[in-house]
């Protein structure tokens, strides 16, 4: 039972342009949301996040979006550069759960010079 | 500020044997949390530590355990080693409430042959 999804798993963009990453949940518990970059064989790294009292968060060229009555999420990368190139994870967090974040698939981006 | 540091980065074993990991939070960190990365099975929470205590579990057999030290250092060992196993094993630390967020260590790649 996945409780959070990426459906796209990958994404192309040209540099410069808009580059969207979605995300579905299914747990209402889940209060924190946190988007992650990651390169093959190294560790994720934190991009930024969002808690559920809000519905935008900005961060430079990373905007993440909530929509928790569709409980959807999305990060935007505006513009969009090949050092984005990557794996970007959506994940989870919440309630009691301590210490665990539930991850989403991956959606591998590719940005083109 | 140091980062979550893994040792080793590689590790090559055999069916049956054990492994000991071992994962450095950031300084000032006291929850420690243990993630497998597989191709098939994704990002899966392992188990996360706080204050030398286990607060929280993911659903893999016994022969996965841990423990953390009063230092907040924290070390993994999986007992009688299958192929399955093989994985990249990531750690992560933050301050502990379910809304701080973690950050990774580079991980550490096992091989069971």
């Known amino acids: 039972d996945q409780q959070v999804k990426q459906n796209s798993p990958s994404l192309s963009v040209q540099e410069g342009r808009i580059s969207i990453l979605n995300c579905d949940y299914t747990?209402?518990?889940?209060?924190?949301f946190l988007w992650y970059k990651k390169y093959p064989a190294e560790g994720p790294t934190f991009l930024i996040s969002?808690?559920?009292?809000?519905d935008k968060n900005e961060d430079g060229r990373f905007t993440v979006f909530l929509n928790k009555s569709a409980k959807h999420l999305s990060l935007h990368i505006v513009p969009s550069q090949p050092g984005d190139s990557a794996v970007y994870f959506c994940a989870t967090a919440g309630g009691t759960s301590y210490g665990k974040l539930t991850f989403g698939q991956g959606t591998i981006l590719t940005v083109h010079p | 500020k140091a980062g979550v540091t893994q040792t080793p980065r590689y590790l090559i074993k055999t069916r049956g044997q054990q492994v000991t990991l071992s994962c450095s939070p950031i300084s000032g960190h006291r929850s420690v949390s243990w993630y497998q990365q597989t191709p098939g099975q994704g990002l899966q929470f392992l188990f996360e530590?706080?204050?030398?205590?286990?607060?929280n579990k993911g659903n893999f057999p016994g022969r996965f355990s841990g423990r953390q030290f009063s230092n907040s250092r924290s070390e993994m060992n999986v007992s009688t080693l299958e192929l399955g196993d093989s994985a990249l094993y990531l750690c992560?630390?933050?301050?502990?409430?379910?809304?701080?967020?973690?950050?990774f260590g580079p991980g550490t790649r096992l091989t069971v042959l």
């Open positions: 530590y706080f204050s030398e205590t286990q607060r």
């Open positions: 969002i808690s559920s009292i809000k």
């Open positions: 747990n209402s518990m889940f209060d924190y």
């Open positions: 992560a630390s933050s301050a502990g409430l379910t809304t701080d967020t973690q950050y």
